[in-house]
């Protein structure tokens, strides 16, 4: 909402300084009609935006202006001086208040009905009368704001500034090209050796450029918000044509995209946005039989991790109906009958991105035509991203969309094949194996080349026999590497390549046309040297060799059962102060924080860490020494207290598919598992909250009445009577819930509370107290009564 | 009329490309070939940060293409936002056409028919005016 608040501020600002020269032309000569169009544009545009975000004010300003410029503009009043002094003080006044909000100030109140008044025509002499006397005051209304106004108009002038995407465009070009100037630079540099009068300032300018070079692109990034905006509106009328009630739930507007990425997912999501409301969700009577709530959900939820935007579209419709999907599938001729009963659920709701398919009964107007999920999913897949779908008859569909965040720059593995460089995009990157490995097993079939790995027969090709530039005969597999490629579809296949050799982050640019048309390859990019390298398109790769449908009716079997076996928990490895691999629950895990070596303190048995000004128990440091300056830690929740364990270096989150093997002997393990063929032991959550947890705070505390009169009491008791979760309170007047009373305390309470402490000064009881006393120094018991209380209140 | 044209020289033959369409002529240097592409595509080299796909007008014309190909000219043509870099034999200089392109009865030769947008006569003598278009679609070598 702020985005678009300073848009709003923006704009008018905008207008205002671009009709500037029309307010004075129209001051000169009222009756020009070009001029009043111009200024009744913008008081029209003022009001609508003002109505959108609840100014009433400037609402009231800009439609009592509105009201009188289109008098004019109707012929029914002859615009005079008088008027326009008006029309101009009410812009002025517009501009000051716009420039108050854009600072985020308050604009002091009054003077508006004088303006209106102000424009009032002349045929009431009465207004007449006293619209001179509002020139005077308006000075007076300037000056309260002399201060304010002139800093925030800055302010506001700064804030945005709109440039033409070209420009843009043209200024990353630039960036680029000064980028691979410097690569080319470094290069000589190295080869000269070293020369540290030069070395210095180079390092600077390759600081420098690269973080212009995240500027830039930064520049080109837009908040999904935008995206957002549009869809209460489509949702709306939707509904409405349907007779459906829907609620939108939108989360994560503020994650940034891609300008133009952003454009391209507009049209596969409002895609996705009809099936859900037509197919999706039911119409009100059936969700109440249903026991659901009448109106309708639909979330979007957007989330960025690392290089990429996750887009979630759940409704809580009724799920899609994969039986009669498969039914259609097969009334459709893309499947059999027998190759259909072999699918696994996920199998079956995976036929919606099928072309050809619809579940909807009836063609209505607003989907089902014919233009599928296929089409969405080729659209998602042409910018790089991924589509998911899980689905749940009765409860609801989800769509995950996986999006690269720009649609330029993408991850990517680059590998060598006869000689030369390939860029494949990482999102396809499943595994990389050496051929050479124990683990992995050439087989035959046919012709075709078969690769075994984790107990799976993958489908083998060869990058090079792909490009023709060599025979499958004459590769030998064994010293090859393995690139496992794991399709949006769900299908694998192996990539053999000559060698691989790094990650790197590509831009990548459009290739000719017909290059294009051997579907090899997916773009271009330039090496850091200067030199071009081909982005290969492995989805397109798959379709030219059969893979995808090979893979369905050959090896589906093997397949759907690593796709139920694939219950998998995500975790988060880390490296311990003792430099052991660790790995914790990424549940666990709420956020990764860095904290000076000061802000922990360690005290024999007792060790804790300052995070933001709270203090939470410190783990992991009896692994090993504390690094001098900064500490990584893990904060590890329960859901309802957190702890802080120390690490060396946070590595990096995976999958554990396999099992936990469980560990007896370390009760800090919880197990083993196996991480990429690493053991590696999981820390047991359980323990440590168990025994580090720091006790819970009650949100109404009890509270708990001291003796005013004792210092003993408030320096010695207080502190205890606080940890054991009372609020202390040494007020007669006030109620407390428990009172401790010292014997030799004679003061009298005028208000006493509903439970009463004593405590003796004397280990021994006294015989003339008959009062079921504690002696004061006797902890355990104290600590004791007072849990009893407050078990009592709370029970 | 009086359009201006590069001169230059493919496959043996006075050829010339409309200079409007040139934005520069280059020295190719070094090529990344692109595997499993026509042949007259024979790779990419890079301009600065822009990637050029080479086409060499030989082949593309249906003739022999020339083995060596480094510091060999070529011009720089942008056909629908993709930059091209097109290989002639040799570059010369501009000048002006003194005829609109004509049709000579019988054709210029099966590539050259199709390539061609007709004749011009220059100062150098009649010279084939390239439809460039024609060249990066690369359809002629197929068909010829």
Known sequence: MDDLLADFVAETSEMLEASGGEIVAWEADPSDRARLDTIFRFVHTVKGNCGFFDFPRLEKLSHAAED?????????????????????????????????????????????????????????????????????????VGGVDKDAAPKAARNAVQRTI?????????????????????????????????????????????????????????????????????????????????????????????????????????????HIIRNAIDHGLEGPGERIKTGKREIGLLKFAARQSGNQITLAITDDGRGIDTDRLAAKAVAA?????????????????????????????????????????????????????????????????????????????????TVGSGGQRYAIPRSYVEEIVFGSSDHVDFAEAGERRLVTFRGQRVPCLSLGEILGIEANEHVDWESRTLVLIRLATDDVFALAVDRVYDHED????????????????????????????????????????GLVTEMRSSSRVDEEEKVEDRKTTPIMLFTGLDGRQRAARLELVRRIDTISRDAI???????????????????????????????????????????????????????????????????????????????????????????????????HPMSCRLPADSDWARTILGPLVEAAGYRVSTEDSEEADVEIRLAESTAEISCPARRVIHLRPEPEVAVEDTSDSIYRYDREALLAALKQFRMGKTA | ????????????????????????????????????VPAFIRGLTALRSQALTVIDCSIALGFEGQAEIADQRAAVVDVDGHLYALMVDAAYDVGEARSEPMDVPGGFGPGWQAAARGMVETDGGPTLLIDVQTIVAGSIAEAA
């Open chain 1, 68 to 140: 009188a410029l289109a008098e004019c503009r109707a012929g029914r009043r002859e615009p005079d001086s008088t008027l326009v002094s008006a029309v101009l003080a009410i812009v002025d006044r517009i501009s000051e208040m716009t420039d108050a909000i854009g600072a985020g100030e308050e604009f002091p109140a009054g003077g508006d009905d004088a303006l209106i008044a102000a424009l009032q025509s002349d045929e009431t002499p009465g207004v007449v009368g006293e619209a001179p006397s509002i020139a005077p005051e308006q000075p007076a």
């Open chain 1, 162 to 270: 709109r440039l033409p995407t070209d420009l843009l465009d043209e200024v990353m070009k630039g960036v680029s090209d000064m980028v691979l100037a410097r690569n080319d630079l470094a290069r000589r540099l190295r080869e000269a050796g070293e020369q540290p009068t030069i070395d210095g300032p180079f390092d600077r300018l390759s600081t420098i450029l690269a973080d212009v070079r995240t500027s830039i692109t930064r520049m080109r990034m837009q908040r999904l918000e935008h995206l957002f905006t549009s869809f209460p509106r489509l949702v709306r009328d939707l509904s409405t044509e349907l007779g459906k009630q829907v609620m939108v739930d939108l989360e994560g507007g503020e994650v940034e995209l891609d300008r133009e990425m952003v454009e391209m997912v507009r049209d596969p999501l409002t």
């Open chain 1, 333 to 413: 001729g893309i499947y059999s009958q027998s190759e259909i009963d072999r699918m696994s659920e996920r199998r079956k709701l995976y036929l919606i991105f099928e072309p050809g398919l619809s579940t909807a009964e009836k063609v209505s107007s607003v989907s089902g035509r014919g233009v599928g999920m296929d089409v969405v999913r080729s659209n998602i897949e042409r910018v790089g991203g991924s589509i998911d779908v899980t689905s749940k008859p009765g409860e609801g569909t989800s769509f995950y969309l996986k999006l690269p965040l720009t649609l330029s720059i993408i991850a990517a593995l």
């Open chain 1, 506 to 545: 590509v831009v990548v640019k459009p290739i000719a046309p017909a290059i294009m048309e051997t579907r090899l390859y997916a773009g271009t990019t330039l090496l850091d040297d200067g030199k071009p390298m081909m982005l290969i398109d492995l989805p397109s790769i798959a379709q030219l060799r």
């Open chain 1, 601 to 699: 303190d360690i005290e024999g048995s007792r060790a804790q860490a300052v995070i933001d000004g709270a203090i939470f128990s410190l783990v992991g440091h009896e692994y090993g020494d504390l690094p001098e300056e900064k500490c990584r830690l893990l904060r590890l929740s329960d859901g309802e207290c957190e702890i802080a364990y120390a690490v060396r270096e946070v590595l990096d989150a995976a999958n554990m598919e396999g099992e936990i093997v469980p560990s007896t002997v370390d009760p800090a393990i919880e197990g083993v598992t196996l991480i990429g063929n690493q053991p590696v032991p999981v820390i047991d959550g359980h323990t440590l909250f168990a025994s580090h947890r720091a006790p819970r705070r009650v949100d």
């Open chain 2, 1 to 36: 009329m009086n359009e201006l044209l590069l001169m230059c020289l493919i496959a043996g033959r006075r050829a010339a490309i409309p200079a409007i369409q040139v934005q520069s002529v280059i020295e190719i240097g070094e090529i990344t070939p692109i595997p499993g």
